[in-house]
């Protein structure tokens, strides 16, 4: 079936290290990926998004890669900072509608060290 | 900046009763939905609504969920009779237009069903 999983549940970084997210996907037709950061308390906030016709995209500290061969979506903070501490998600786009019917993956704990 | 609300922050209810989780979204948004997340577990989706009626909805959401919007700003999301394992956090989303690069996501309800 339809599945998004990660390789690390934890990952435990110094201040000003890059940090490196994995995630392994399984639905060949999505087409839209994302990845969101959650704050203990708070929901799923926006960090960055690819689209299927892309294999790397940056933001602001941000980049994710996209591997459509093996289905690895990877995302690369760098200079990684305390405030960067919270559980990344990966998620993908299953609807081909538009609307966002997404599927988490599990998670990954980014643990920062001042 | 304009940002998703939900009420209560956590709702305690016994098993078998009804419980009403309400949302309002951003003001400009067309397109709503409702993801729910069990206690250490991946954010699932549940409903997509769109022009005042479901567009999309999981295995997850059966008879025992319905979805309203009664007025022109909440949204709100029904279960007629809860069960131990409706307990999660439930969080509610907005969005634009379709394929939007991003979801905004509420800070969530936590229900407690005893």
């Known amino acids: 079936g339809e599945s998004v999983g990660l390789h690390l549940p934890t990952l435990s970084v110094q201040e000003g290290d890059n940090s490196i997210i994995n995630c392994a996907y399984s639905n060949s037709a999505s087409d839209y990926f994302i990845w969101y950061k959650q704050e203990s308390g708070k929901g799923p906030q926006f960090i960055i998004d690819?689209?299927?016709?892309?294999d790397k995209r940056q933001g602001q500290r941000v980049t994710v890669l996209l591997n459509k061969t093996v289905k690895h979506l990877s995302l690369q903070i760098a200079a990684t900072q305390p405030g960067d501490s919270a559980v990344y998600f990966c998620a993908e786009n299953i609807a081909g509608t538009g609307f966002q019917k997404l599927v988490f993956g599990t998670g990954t704990r980014l643990l920062v060290s001042p | 900046e304009p940002e998703v609300t939900q009420t209560p922050s956590h709702q305690v209810t016994q098993m078998g009763q009804e419980v009403i989780l309400r949302c309002v979204p951003i003001?400009?948004?067309?397109?709503f939905y409702w993801y729910r997340q069990i206690l250490g577990q991946k954010v699932e989706f549940l409903v997509s609504?769109?022009?005042?009626?479901?567009?999309?909805k999981s295995e997850i959401f059966d008879d025992q969920f319905s979805v309203e919007r009664p007025d022109g700003s909440n949204f709100t999301l029904k279960i007629r009779s809860t069960k131990l394992e409706d307990s999660a956090m439930y969080f509610c989303?907005?969005?634009?237009?379709?394929?939007?690069?991003?979801?905004?996501f509420g800070p969530g309800t936590r229900l407690t069903v005893l």
């Open positions: 690819i689209r299927s016709n892309m």
């Open positions: 609504f769109y022009n005042n009626e479901i567009s999309e």
């Open positions: 003001s400009n948004h067309l397109y």
């Open positions: 989303a907005s969005d634009e237009a379709l394929a939007r690069d991003s979801l905004l």
